[in-house]
């Protein structure tokens, strides 16, 4: 049995907390919203508004605070109050504790910002008296805790092999697939390019709507058709290596080509100007750097 502590316990917080709960861990909960609290009280759960590590024996600390954008920006306020508050914490510890950063953060939060705000406000030293680690969540809101008790995909980073060992026997025994890395920054990345990936997909069918509507043709069928007949959408490798733009004949011919029947119908197509933009970029940097038209992919796999 692990002991834990959940640091933020909104939807996130709650449903990782619960999830460890009912696999028989101990867990506290903490939160500074008074009626949070106690509704977490009110469900029998151990609802604290701050953080004591004092005679803690070795835990895992999880950072599961708000992390909302403003504007073209995160911010941050929330989850740096919240660092401060373990890094406070872990002056007083007695145990060796592993900080595990689950919020959304942009890549580099980890070791840009959580480390050195633990470290100035704890006196210690990273590595010594305690470890750090990035665990990014995967969780629906309408789903959470289920989420949580049966991923799909498990994320760990850590500089320190030992953590990663830690946080892989904490997390293993719910299943699903397991990917580890060395470096925080990347697995930030992940979650962050996964929701982009995500928000990307449905801008694009949403832009195939409008399409669509202007042609007077239903989009559910042809749509499910695609998704059954395009390598990018049925093959998880297919495209994902950066570095080359599309090449051959139909993607360029057909995403320069379709930009010109959208203009035919009156109707603006400002993602797949993107696609087209982006791929113009890359071609560019590909001839600068000397490459042969070789190098170009159709659709660049591995």
């Known amino acids: 049995m692990a002991r834990i502590f959940i640091v933020g316990s909104g939807v ?4 990782t907390g619960k999830g460890f709960l009912h696999a028989g861990h101990e867990v506290t909960f903490i939160d500074i919203a008074a009626g949070r609290l106690n509704y977490l009280r009110s469900q029998g759960l151990d609802a604290r508004d701050r953080l004591d590590l004092r005679n803690e024996p070795d835990s895992f600390v999880f950072l599961t605070l708000p992390t909302p954008n403003e504007g073209h920006r995160y911010d941050l306020t929330a989850f740096e109050d919240g660092t401060t508050s373990v890094g406070e914490a872990l002056a ?15 890549p580099g939060t980890t070791e ?7 470290e100035k406000h704890s006196g210690k030293t990273l590595g010594e008296d305690f470890m750090l680690a990035s ?13 949580f008790m049966h991923p799909w995909m498990t994320v760990i980073a850590s500089r320190s092999a030992r953590t990663v060992e830690r946080l892989t026997a904490l997390l293993a025994p719910f299943g699903g697939e397991l990917r580890t890395f060395t470096d925080p920054a ?3 990345l992940v979650k962050c390019a996964h929701n982009i990936f995500n928000a990307t997909k449905i801008s694009f069918w949403n832009e ?23 390598e990018g959408s049925y093959n998880p490798y297919y495209g994902i290596r950066g570095g080359a733009p599309y090449g051959g004949v139909c993607l360029p011919k057909d995403t320069q080509g379709f930009l010109g029947l959208a203009d035919s119908i009156s109707l603006d197509m400002p993602l797949l100007r993107a696609v087209v ?9 590909t001839v600068a750097g000397g490459r042969t038209d070789g190098a170009l992919a159709a659709g660049r796999s591995a």
């Open 135 to 147: 665990n990014p969540e995967f969780l629906r809101a309408a789903s959470a805790v289920e989420d």
């Open 186 to 188: 990347a697995a930030e």
């Open 277 to 285: 933009r982006v791929n113009d970029v890359l071609a560019d940097r």
């Open 208 to 230: 195939m709507w409008l399409v669509s509507q202007a042609l007077g043709l239903d989009l559910d069928p042809i749509a499910q058709t695609v998704a059954r007949s395009a």
């Open 112 to 118: 840009g910002l959580v480390q050195p705000l633990l």
């Open 92 to 106: 007083d510890a007695t145990g060796t504790h592993v900080v595990v950063v689950r919020s959304t953060v942009p």
């Open 12 to 15: 996130v917080g709650t449903a």
